[in-house]
């Protein structure tokens, strides 16, 4: 055990500022919005641009409130470790139930629309051979160690912003050259078209690009310094984002073939913004859609996997899931077990939702109801964590920003598709029953070093 730094559960700090701001904009994926620029651009009625901002400033709003808790709690395990140790360990379960919703089916959405997206450009090689070509890579490289799961996470994000410089290049003098319909305000602000339940509807769709963000605090018992450095890592990475969104949505928004009929239409394919690359210049939509592909299924879906086996391990830390799952491997100083599951979930799973018609939109919908839940969560834990029980003053960040966090998820919520609200309240509701048969059979939920249970520092397992 020499080489296990004295960090909670073994996890070794090897990561810097820099690393995490990489880690989260992977997860974002810089070039996210190609996937579902239309079905965005539908549901806003072609104000793409500002459907993005909005989601930007609803997830500014949780980005504050996760770095007041993340200062409080710097440790893996996000929500579920705030509003455990910040209202009860109940809370805590319930909340970590939520964002498992959000971070299982995380990996399986980027394999299966990865997969899908690889085998329409290889037919040779099916489906089911890519999700698992795609998770195995990912599994691998992350039971190597964290160091290598970062350099990985830097090489990936680097390719990443070389190919939407290439777009943003060449649509722009494309457009400045009075290409595709010219120079517009529309994808910004369109008063014809403008009612805030037509761009909360857009937001809803949208916010599936900033997802991941939040997965930064993930890594906090990682980062080789202060804790509040991980929320500055964290509110960077998503005004980045924002910037890269509305920057290539606006030039694809411009240069749609017929607006009209894509609002009007959909986009069911989700092959719009490829047909708006492909307006530009003709190469530039099989750069863009080949780059998407490896975006989802390698670069997003390495980080989401580490995203999730954190979670696993945190909870099985707790006690809360089985304590296999917190074992920390000594050379490697990863929790190989909650990578392994991870692996196996995201195959399992994916192969059973690529048969579906409706697999892709049904995986969507928990994510981004599990991530809106465990959002929400997060703002009621900073007030109640710091006003009720820290007596603190100060207003803005500890009511104000979360009371604001709040309305604003909820009206994202509330304009979400059916299928995202009855999936979601289904698994909220399935999480109820579990929570109050463990209270039943006297096995309530407890978090390591409260009474009854193991020390933080050695609550978990080495291999």
């Known amino acids: 055990m020499a080489d296990i730094s004295p960090t909670m559960g073994g996890l070794r700090r090897r990561l810097t500022v820099t690393d995490l701001l990489a880690y989260g904009l992977v997860f974002m994926v810089p070039v996210a919005p190609m996937a579902i620029f239309g079905a965005v651009f539908a549901a806003s009625h072609g104000m793409v641009v500002l459907a993005y901002l909005v989601g930007a400033v609803t997830m500014g709003f949780t980005a504050v409130s996760y770095a007041q808790m993340v200062k409080a709690f710097p440790l893996a395990g996000s929500v579920y470790t705030y509003a455990g140790r910040g209202i009860a360990p109940s809370v805590g379960f319930l909340a970590g139930w939520a964002m498992l919703a959000d971070y299982v089916a995380v990996p399986c959405l980027l394999a299966v629309v990865a997969a899908v997206s690889m085998h329409a450009t290889v037919p040779l090689i099916p489906v089911w051979a890519w999700v698992l070509a795609f998770v195995g890579v990912n599994m691998v490289i992350n039971v190597s160690g964290i160091r290598v799961t970062a350099t990985a996470t830097r090489l990936f994000l680097i390719a990443e912003l070389i190919v939407l410089a290439v777009f943003l290049l060449v649509a722009g003098w494309v457009v400045w050259r009075e290409g595709g319909n010219g120079w517009s305000w529309e994808p910004v602000f369109d008063p014809a078209a403008f009612s805030w339940p037509v761009v909360l509807a857009g937001v809803s769709v949208a916010m599936l690009s900033f997802l991941g963000f ?40 411009l240069l749609i073939p017929d607006p009209g009929r894509l609002i009007a239409d959909g986009d069911p394919s989700g092959t719009a913004f490829y047909q708006a690359a492909g307006t530009a210049v003709g190469w530039l939509s099989g750069m863009c859609a080949v780059a998407t592909a490896l975006a989802w299924g390698i670069a997003n879906s390495l980080v989401a996997q580490t995203a999730t086996s954190r979670l696993l391990f945190a909870m099985a830390r707790d006690r809360q899931l089985p304590t296999l799952l917190a074992k920390v491997s000594i050379r490697r100083g990863v929790p190989v077990n909650a990578i392994l599951t991870t692996a196996a979930l995201s195959v399992g799973l994916g192969l059973y939702m690529a048969v579906r ?96 249970t193991a020390n933080p520092t050695t609550g978990a397992h080495h291999v």
């Open 214 to 253: 939040d997965a930064i605090t993930l890594l906090a018992e990682e980062h080789d310094g202060a804790a509040k450095r991980v929320g500055w890592a964290m509110i960077a990475a998503l005004g980045l984002a924002a910037v890269l969104f509305a920057a290539q949505t606006w030039l694809a928004a």
């Open 357 to 452: 018609a409706d697999g892709v939109v049904l995986l969507s919908s928990l994510v981004n109801f599990g991530a809106l839940t465990g959002f929400v969560i997060l703002h009621v834990n900073v007030v109640w964590h710091y006003l009720v029980r820290q007596r603190s003053r100060r207003w803005i960040p500890h009511l104000l920003v979360p009371v604001a966090g709040v309305g604003l998820l909820v009206a994202v919520a509330v304009h979400a598709n059916v299928l995202a609200q009855r999936a979601g309240l289904l698994w909220i509701a399935s999480g109820a029953v579990v929570l109050a048969g463990l209270w039943i059979a006297g096995m309530r939920p407890q978090l390591a070093g409260m009474p009854g």
